[in-house]
């Protein structure tokens, strides 16, 4: 099939479903109203809760859950076939991730910006809050731990994206001081800052920075740590220092990156290069592959539906959405813009790639060689460079037909996943902050609520995590097969939880939701089973007692919502915010 036509009958499907099933939620389901008192405003305190634009707040979210997770599921994913992979994406996004991240940030939002865990507790029963907080705790010290980890092996693959992620910091940090201090206009800032960001992708394309080992620590040892501290700093400032000028940053960042890709893809499709889909259209027994069914809607995660998701919608947005409006544009729409991205990985994996690959022994690949260089078997796919390399390459191949040097076009998507792993990563490190705060909230420990000592201790667990394995910040892999069932069965229990709510509202409501979750909830019950089953063939002690534990966990809140929900009618109150 032709990839251009691909893409434009998805985007076009993505702006219709917004229209139509996006607005029709909120207008008649959650019923959407300006005069609604929200968070940012009733409890502002200019660190955390800060009414903000929503053009803004959009750029933080879209930025916060995207990372690379909707690039590294669909470039695993696209081993069992382009089309299964396509047709989750397409229709998970629309009807299940839309509507799970839609409802976590309304049931946030009336409810002071409380995490999903709160309000677990609150619409189901308090003995939920613990067990819940054991899978999103579980969720993002993986998160915060892994994507310090991609960051460093993009830094080592490509060293032309190291200054320029950095410099951005800076560059963010004046753009917020102009903006909040000085009143300067958002939007021709913030474009001044891209361009310098820009500025800087150049230079660093002629100034790459190499780590070396420093003793018998390798680079990506060295640039974990260094990412760790600043993930600390990054995640104790307000709001408005750094975390939103430099989200708004990256949104135009995700602009010029989908453009370019868009662009790339007609220039391709139009030149002699002749852009082709030449990965299977359906592959259902890759070698060394798990069974596409379940693992499909596990592996790709982030562009369908992803749990973590939740976190950041009741983490951060939900304290500066500043109107209830807005909700629908943040939480519905910034889930399909990241299906639109997860579409241009798609692509990129299946068809840009085969424009041509250059191999470690100075091979050039291309068509169906080049993608089989990624994706013989299973093991050659799921490696974390593997994944990230096929993207970058396949992006660069389009984006160099449209007339952009090669290396530029690497540096350029170099950066573009750096910075959105980043953002991820800090975003999760003040994540569970809040929840750590939230979970002693009610007891005699009152030290976490001080926001450096709660700061501290998710990153240095995050960093016990990452060297567990030695000095090459990789121990987490050890838990990554455990993240895609953990971020699953979370946005199962999460849409569990608006479906209880939706049903305490009368009609048949809860239906939008109360499907997504019955669909998930088997389909990740059913993964963590079969992981459980690998897990005692390879004797591993520690996946096995975890993967056990999320089950338990999962089936126990699970339990609770559907008591909870058969004893809801339209007279139970949902005691929202007044």
């Known amino acids: 099939m032709d990839a251009m036509l691909m893409m434009l009958v998805a985007f076009g499907g993505y702006i219709i479903m917004y ?15 300006g005069a609604n008192p929200v968070p940012s405003v009733e409890m502002e305190d200019g660190v955390d809760y800060v009414p903000t634009k929503k053009e803004i707040i959009f750029g933080h979210h879209f930025t916060s859950i995207a990372g690379t ?7 695993i994913a696209v081993i069992w076939g382009w089309v299964p992979a396509m047709i989750w994406i397409f229709v998970g996004s629309i009807m299940m991730g839309a509507v799970h991240d839609f409802g976590a940030l309304i049931l946030s939002m009336r409810n002071q910006g409380k995490s999903v865990s709160e309000i677990t507790a609150k619409y189901i029963n308090p003995r939920t809050k613990l067990f819940f907080f054991i899978v999103v705790f579980l969720d993002l010290l993986i998160i915060t731990a892994i994507f310090g980890l991609v960051i460093a092996v993009i830094f080592n693959m490509f060293p032309a994206s190291v200054l320029p992620v950095w410099l951005e910091v800076p560059i963010a940090m004046v753009l917020g001081y102009i903006i909040y201090k000085r009143g300067g206009n958002a939007m021709t800032w913030s474009i001044i800052a891209l361009i310098a960001m820009y500025i800087t992708v150049v230079i660093g394309v002629y100034a790459p920075i190499k780590m070396p080992m420093i003793g018998s620590m390798p680079p990506t040892g060295t640039w974990t740590i260094l990412l760790l501290i600043y993930a600390f700093i990054a995640s104790t400032l307000p709001v408005t220092t750094l975390l939103q000028p430099r989200d708004f940053i990256n949104s135009h960042q995700l602009i010029v990156a989908l453009a370019l890709m868009v662009v790339g893809v007609f220039a391709a499709t139009f030149s002699g290069s002749q852009l082709h889909i030449i990965a299977p259209a359906i592959q259902a027994s890759p070698e060394g592959a798990p069974p596409m069914l379940p693992f499909l809607f596990i592996t790709i995660a982030c562009g369908a539906i992803s749990g973590f998701h939740s976190l950041v919608s009741s ?12 909700a629908l544009f943040v939480g519905y729409g910034s889930m399909l813009t990241e299906a639109t991205l997860s579409t241009l990985v798609i692509v990129a994996v299946a068809a840009g790639i085969g424009l041509g690959y250059n191999t470690a022994d100075g091979a050039t690949l291309t068509g169906i060689d080049a993608w089989s260089s990624h994706y013989s078997s299973w093991a050659a796919a799921k490696g974390l460079g593997s994944k990230v390399a096929a993207f970058v390459y396949g992006a660069a191949n389009m984006i160099e037909a449209a007339g952009i040097p090669h290396s530029v076009a690497l540096a350029v998507m170099g950066v573009f996943v750096a910075s959105f792993a980043g953002t991820t990563m800090d975003t999760a490190t ?11 909230s009610g007891t005699p420990i009152k030290i976490f609520n001080n926001k450096y000592v709660a700061t501290a201790v998710a990153v240095f667990l995050a960093g016990c995590l990452a060297f567990s394995s030695g ?9 990554w097969p455990l993240f895609g069932c953990i971020n699953q069965i979370l946005a199962a ?19 939008i939701s109360g499907i997504p979750a019955v669909f998930l909830g088997v389909m990740t019950v059913w993964a ?13 002690i520690l996946l096995q007692s975890l993967n056990l534990l999320v089950l338990v966990v999962s089936i126990w809140v699970v339990g609770e919502g559907l008591i ?12 929202d915010t007044p």
Do not use: H
């Open 564 to 575: 909870k929900f058969f004893k809801t009618d339209a007279s139970t109150p949902t005691t």
């Open 315 to 326: 983490g951060t947005t939900a304290k500066q959405v500043s109107n209830e409006e807005d």
């Open 69 to 75: 997770g909707p690039i590294v599921g669909p470039a």
């Open 528 to 540: 963590i089973l079969i992981n459980q089953g690998m897990y005692m063939d390879k004797g591993s």
């Open 471 to 479: 000095g090459n910040g990789k121990g987490a892999l050890a838990l």
């Open 493 to 511: 229990l999460v849409l569990t939880t608006v479906t209880v709510y939706l049903k305490g509202r009368g009609g048949l409501s809860w239906l």
């Open 430 to 440: 003040r994540i569970e902050r809040y929840a750590l705060t939230e979970l002693f």
């Open 19 to 33: 229209r139509l099933y996006g607005r029709y939620i909120g207008k008649k389901i959650f019923a959407l109203s």
